[in-house]
């Protein structure tokens, strides 16, 4: 069987403000795999993005252990952390964040230009869909074809992970249906592990495996035998 590209073991996280400590994450063990596209479903405040951020090196847990590969990132300092998101994970949030006064190919040559086996971002643009646009500025640029810029600069270094929060979120039916073909090419072109959180749970119909949070645990995980495509996805 294929190793995991992320193996968790007994993790939790708790957030402490002072007055009150919040178990954002209590006990979680996970394996997630290359090639695979996952999604995190369950209630706001369940521990999802917390998961996703220790996931990409954002955040540190409490307790536990995680894997990426051969290397534990629990107990790695921010150096090395910064190195592990630099180098392995790219990430895509419910905002795209682009640059508004560079173009679409020039915000994604903002990461080309300092990652070490790259494609180019004509060819990062092309694999979401979006060669006809290149020369556009965000502006000029739908909702969804915004979010498509943004995963073609997350992954045009060729990331063994994509982390998504909501990359749907801000999106209708019609756009974010794009948004998530581009996440299905670069899953099945590079194979990339691709992590989506979501409170759509349509899109679950194109995941490889769902994984529900309950209370900052893993409550349940339901393998797909038969995925949809992201057309026949509506919301
Ligand atoms: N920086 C923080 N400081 C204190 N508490 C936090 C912090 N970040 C998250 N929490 C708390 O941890 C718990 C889990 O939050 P998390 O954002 O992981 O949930 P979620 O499932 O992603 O929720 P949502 O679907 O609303 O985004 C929540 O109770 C939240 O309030």
């Known amino acids: 069987m294929e190793q995991p590209v992320f193996k968790l073991s007994g993790v939790t996280k708790v957030y402490d403000t002072g007055k009150v400590k919040v178990r954002a994450l209590d006990g979680v063990d996970l394996e997630l795999f290359p090639h695979e596209i996952a999604v995190l479903l369950g209630p706001s405040g369940s521990g999802k993005s917390t998961l996703l951020n220790i996931l990409g090196g954002l955040d540190q847990v409490t307790g536990g252990q995680v894997w990426f590969r051969d290397t534990e990132l629990t107990g790695m300092g921010d150096r090395q952390l910064t190195a592990y998101r630099r180098d392995h994970v790219g990430f895509v949030f419910q905002f795209y964040n682009l640059v508004a006064s560079l173009t679409a190919r020039e915000n994604v040559q903002l990461v ?35 979010q498509r810029v943004a995963i073609a600069r997350a992954i045009a270094k060729r990331p063994e992970v994509l982390l998504c929060d909501e990359p749907t979120g801000a999106l209708d039916s019609k756009t974010g249906v794009q948004v998530l073909e581009a996440l299905k090419t670069v899953n099945e ?16 119909k194109m995941a490889h495996r769902v994984l529900r949070f309950q209370d900052g645990r893993i409550g349940s995980v339901e393998v797909n035998e038969t995925r949809i495509a992201p057309s026949e996805i509506e919301w």
């Open 189 to 204: 072109q590079l194979g990339t592990a691709t992590i989506v959180i979501t409170h759509n749970a349509m899109i679950r």
């Open 112 to 146: 080309t230009d300092v990652s070490r086996d790259p494609m180019t971002p004509a060819e990062a643009l092309s694999l979401v869909g979006l060669e006809p646009r290149l020369d556009h500025f965000p502006a000029e640029l739908s909702g969804g074809e915004q």
